[in-house]
């Protein structure tokens, strides 16, 4: 089984930083792609990044690019996301999760976080 836990969401103002963490526990990390998806308010759940499972590749939906930057370590079970030049449509619940395929589709993972709250004030 494999658990996923984030962490280092909070309240921003527009334009400033924030970083989110997952740590993994269970099955080996460095099999797992990684990705973070974003669900506002009345909204369904977004893609923002993926990482392949050594890092060799990233990708990022067109909304964060440029902004945003997702990385991992091995050594530690983390993977991470950098977020620059936060926007107030930045606000959701941000989740982690893991799976064979560094996809941009819930369906492409098999293990979900609870969440963490990113709140972006004007």
């Known amino acids: 089984q494999v658990e996923l836990v984030e962490s280092g969401g909070g309240l921003v103002q527009a334009g400033g930083s924030l970083g989110l963490s997952c740590a993994q526990s269970g099955r080996t990390f460095r099999s797992n792609a990684m990705g973070w998806f974003r669900q506002a308010p009345g909204k369904g759940r977004e893609f923002v990044a993926t990482?392949?499972?050594?890092?060799?590749?990233?990708y990022y939906a067109d909304s964060v690019k440029g902004r945003f930057t997702i990385s991992r370590d091995n050594g530690k079970n983390t993977v991470y996301l950098q977020m620059n030049s936060l926007k107030p449509e930045d606000t959701a619940v941000y989740y982690c999760?893991?799976?064979?395929?560094?996809?941009?589709?819930?369906?492409?993972?098999?293990?979900w976080g609870q969440g963490t709250q990113v709140t972006v004030s004007s």
């Open positions: 999760a893991a799976g064979l395929n560094a996809g941009t589709r819930s369906y492409d993972y098999d293990y």
């Open positions: 990482i392949s499972w050594n890092g060799g590749r990233t």
